[in-house]
């Protein structure tokens, strides 16, 4: 299985800054077709999580340009340009290469 | 819209099985893999496997492989996934969610979540 870790665990931001999510994988994301399978998702309390980013740097339909993703391979990144208080919850990066699917440990976004 | 309408919220002995379901509307039923994932009180997340609706194959994770069975119902677009043999540590928020459209669009939307509480 692909083991896939994040980092910070924790990140507290204060709003307008900008923030930043690490994603690493045990093995490379890249398809033979080119893209990098890593998807990024927001849990907000209390919800269900939700798709943000897919293909390493695609956003999902509805979500806001001021997050981006990159990376590619085994290392990837999440980023916030401005953070608003609505941000705030736990972001998981998950492999969708092979099955079975694996999540990172989650990052905790919190305002300061 | 796209919806995923789950079951509501059980209570299960140990050693008992739970069925949860998942209504689907919004979309051709047919044309969207449904996946299931679960998340234990405060931890993160887990995909425990996927059904194609079309065709009723289903492919597992290796730890729920003999305990866990995904079905579907195309007639109510409804897909079950049916947990045996629980145990106190399956005691969990069970969400299912679609594959989208596009190449590697997994999980663009998600049920409410259905709580399984595993309890003697």
């Known amino acids: 299985d692909v083991v896939m870790t994040q980092s910070p665990l924790s990140l507290p931001v204060t709003p307008g800054e900008p923030a930043s999510i690490s994603c690493r994988s045990s093995?490379?994301?890249?398809?033979?077709?080119?893209?990098?399978?890593l998807s990024w998702f927001l849990q907000k309390p209390g919800q269900s999580p939700h798709l943000l980013i897919f293909?390493?740097?695609n956003r999902a339909s509805g979500v806001p340009d001021r997050f981006s993703g990159s990376g590619s391979g085994t290392d990837f990144t999440l980023k916030i340009s401005r953070v608003e208080a609505e941000d705030v919850g736990v972001y998981y990066c998950?492999?969708?290469?092979?099955?079975?699917?694996?999540f990172g440990q989650g990052t905790r976004l919190e305002i300061k | 819209q796209v919806q995923l309408v789950q079951s509501g919220a059980e209570v299960m002995q140990p050693g008992a099985s739970v069925k949860v379901s998942c209504k689907a509307s919004g979309y051709t039923f047919n044309g969207n893999y449904l996946h299931w994932v679960r998340q234990a009180p405060g931890q993160g997340l887990e995909w425990m496997g996927w059904i194609n609706p079309n065709t009723g194959g289903t492919k597992y994770a290796q730890k729920f492989q003999g305990r866990v069975t995904v079905t579907r119902d195309t007639s109510i677009s409804t897909v079950y996934m049916e947990l045996s043999r629980l145990r106190s540590d399956d005691t969990a928020i069970y969400y299912c969610?679609?594959?989208?459209?596009?190449?590697?669009?997994?999980?663009?939307?998600w049920g409410q979540g259905t709580l399984v509480t595993v309890s003697s």
């Open positions: 969610a679609r594959d989208g459209p596009l190449t590697g669009d997994l999980f663009d939307y």
């Open positions: 293909l390493g740097s």
């Open positions: 093995q490379s994301l890249l398809h033979s077709n080119g893209y990098n399978y």
């Open positions: 998950m492999e969708a290469l092979q099955t079975p699917y694996t």
